[in-house]
C-alpha cells in the first residue's frame, strides 16, 4: 500500500509541472532489465511470469520512477556542482583503500515508518530473500519491491568501498560471498537486503588516467 501511495504521488507531481512518460522510455526501461539478465528481446514478460512477478505491477513502478526522476533532473540538477575539493577526497579515499578489497553490490530496501511495522516489514523481506535465493531475479524485485534511489536500477548501488556504507551494511558484505545475499539487515530508515554481485582489489592508477563519477 505504501509503494502504491508513493508512485501515485510520483505521477501526480509529475503530471502537475507537464512531465511525461512516453512508451519509448517505459520500453527501453524493460530492455535494461532484459540485457543483464540474458533475456532474449520481448521475454520479458515469460520470464517475469516464471518468477511470479507481474508484468503490469512492474510497469505501473517504472512509469512512476522514470517521471519521478525526470522531474528530480529538471529541478534538481541545474543547481548541482561538484568542487575540486569533492574530486579530491574522492581521489585521496581510493588512495587510503589501495589494497583492499571492494564490492558490487546491489540492495533492496525496504523502509519501516513506524515500531509496530517492524517485524511485517522484516518478514516482507525474508520472503524476497528467499524468492532470490530460489532463483528468482533480484534486479527485477529491486525494480518491483524496493523503496530506495536505486529501485530503478534493479537495485545497483556500484563499487562500494569499504566503510562507506553504514557499519551494519558494510559488516554484512565484508564477508558476503559473490552473488550471495543477505537476510534482511535493520538499519538506519528500515530493512535491506544486499547482494554481492562481484568483488576486486583496489588499486589507484596514475590520477591524471582516473575517471570518476560522483552523485
Known amino acids: 500500500i505504501e509503494r502504491i501511495r508513493k508512485n501515485l504521488i510520483y505521477l501526480q507531481e509529475a503530471k502537475r509541472r507537464n512531465v511525461a512518460v512516453t512508451d519509448d522510455e517505459l520500453a527501453a526501461a524493460f530492455r535494461q532489465i532484459e540485457s543483464p539478465n540474458s533475456v532474449a528481446a520481448g521475454?520479458?514478460?515469460?520470464?517475469?511470469?516464471?518468477r511470479g512477478i507481474d508484468k503490469d505491477s512492474l510497469a505501473a513502478r517504472l512509469r512512476a520512477e522514470i517521471a519521478w526522476?525526470?522531474?528530480?533532473?529538471q529541478r534538481v540538477m541545474p543547481t548541482v556542482s561538484v568542487s575540486d575539493e569533492e574530486v579530491d577526497a574522492v581521489i585521496n579515499r581510493l588512495k587510503s583503500a589501495a589494497g583492499q578489497f571492494e564490492v558490487q553490490v546491489s540492495e533492496i530496501f525496504l523502509g519501516v515508518d513506524a515500531?509496530?511495522?517492524?517485524?511485517?516489514?522484516?518478514?516482507a523481506g525474508q520472503r524476497l530473500v528467499e524468492q532470490v535465493r530460489a532463483g528468482a531475479d533480484f534486479a527485477?524485485?529491486?525494480r518491483q519491491f524496493s523503496e530506495g534511489t536505486?529501485?530503478?536500477?534493479?537495485?545497483d548501488v556500484g563499487w562500494v568501498l569499504p566503510g562507506t556504507l553504514s557499519d551494519e551494511l558494510d559488516a554484512a558484505i565484508e564477508k558476503?560471498?559473490?552473488n550471495a545475499v543477505t537476510d534482511p539487515i535493520r538499519a538506519p530508515?528500515?530493512?535491506f537486503v544486499l547482494k554481492a554481485r562481484d568483488r576486486r582489489r583496489i588499486d589507484v592508477a596514475d590520477i591524471n588516467d582516473t575517471r570518476l563519477t560522483l552523485h
Do not use: C, I, P, Y
Not at 526522476?69 to 533532473?73: A, P, Q, S, Y
Open 43 to 50: 521475454g520479458l514478460e515469460r520470464h517475469l511470469a516464471d
Open 69 to 73: 526522476g525526470k522531474l528530480v533532473r
Open 115 to 123: 515500531q509496530d511495522q517492524e517485524e511485517n516489514v522484516r518478514r
Open 140 to 142: 527485477a524485485l529491486a
Open 150 to 155: 536505486t529501485a530503478a536500477q534493479g537495485g
Open 176 to 178: 558476503l560471498a559473490r
Open 189 to 191: 530508515g528500515g530493512f
